[in-house]
């Protein structure tokens, strides 16, 4: 789990960066006024990242301890303030500086400077030494399923190329760089954290595409899940989100909202992953399963991938066009002994 830690002076605020934070599955380590304790903390504790406020209580500004904390801890920062000028901007230009959001925030954008600040750390301490998804000990769904299943993926001139796309499949890095390994060596992870880091991190690589914005909603239950079927859900959360920011709404809607949701089915058998948007939907689809004419369109290879990933984890999927698109995956699930 990710260690955060806030550092705010204003009680209220900080209590709010710490609710949302923690509703999205990091851990929220303290959250403290000053710099001086920021230092005590970071000394302590060694989170792996510091939200920053840069007007604190005492003699030091938060420019100042973020300084403070990179060149003794090598801590990374996401800045925080209510007042961004060309100085501040050009004191915060640091290699410290992993991230800035100004107050008020709005709709997402502390989550989306948190992702993306985790997500720079990740390239730079992992992704960079593993930046190949195959010829690794690697799980990966979609290079086992074009093996058995060629004829689908004729379009794709470079194979390998395709399944090395780290954007496309940048879950599959994600996971083990979160993952621990369990007393019987098998690799889990939290899906809480690790969906809503794959959600945040393809809005942030999809936005610049759209001239609106569009409203993130996340309410993922939280669950160990093995490489196995966190994975290719991970893929199918990509896919879905990333066509639901692309293509789901114009700049005229209104409230775009795309919203992701993981519940336990009241028979605790099964877990149902939703994805929801209120956009324009399939005027061609009612309610249906998702058929395999769909599949077999040569334009819908995100939807193929779903279903085929949907398959790989034995669950089943459901699509809804009618007001909105809205995708559930209904998938199996035995409780573990935590």
Not at 8 to 13: M, N, R, V, Y
Not at 148 to 172: A, M, T, Y
Not at 329 to 336: A, D, F
Request: with cysteine; charged share 25%; glycine share 4%.
């Amino acid at each position: 789990m990710i260690n955060i830690l806030v550092v705010e002076d204003e009680a209220f605020i900080g209590m709010n960066i710490r609710r949302r934070l923690e509703h999205i599955g990091y851990h929220v380590i303290m959250v403290v006024p000053s710099g001086d304790e920021a230092f005590q903390i970071s000394t302590e504790k060694a989170p792996d990242l510091v939200v920053m406020d840069i007007q604190l209580e005492g003699g030091l500004d938060g420019l100042e301890t973020a300084q403070t904390l990179w060149n003794r801890f090598q801590i990374p920062i996401v800045i925080v303030t209510g007042n961004i000028d060309s100085n501040t901007r050009l004191r915060s230009d640091q290699t410290w500086c992993y991230g800035f959001v100004s107050k008020p925030f709005f709709s997402n954008e502390l989550e989306v400077a948190v992702s993306r600040a985790l997500d720079r750390i990740f390239t730079d301490r992992y992704c960079k030494k593993n930046n190949y998804l195959l010829n690794q000990n690697y799980y990966h769904p979609v290079s086992d399923w074009m093996k058995n299943h060629p004829e689908q993926f004729e379009s794709i001139s470079d194979k390998v190329e395709f399944l090395n796309d780290i954007v496309r499949f940048h879950g599959i890095n994600l996971f083990y760089s979160l993952a621990k390994e369990d007393s019987n060596g098998l690799f889990k992870i939290d899906s809480k954290e690790y969906f809503s880091r794959i959600i945040y991190y393809t809005w942030d690589k999809f936005k610049k595409n759209v001239e609106y914005q569009i409203n993130i909603q996340i309410d993922i239950y939280s669950l160990d899940l093995e490489e196995k079927v966190a994975i290719p859900l991970g893929i199918i959360i990509f896919e879905a989100v990333s066509n639901a920011i692309k293509y789901a709404f114009t700049p005229d809607h209104v409230n775009s909202t795309i919203s992701v949701k993981l519940t336990i089915k009241p028979n605790k058998e099964h877990f149902c992953l939703q994805i929801k948007d209120n956009g324009l939907g399939f005027n061609n689809i009612a309610t249906s399963q998702l058929t395999e004419e769909i599949m077999e369109n040569p334009n819908s290879l995100g939807l193929y991938l779903i279903k085929s990933m949907a398959q790989i984890i034995q669950a089943d999927s459901m699509l809804n066009g009618d007001a909105g698109t809205c995708l559930e995956i209904l998938v199996p699930y035995k409780p573990q002994e935590r």
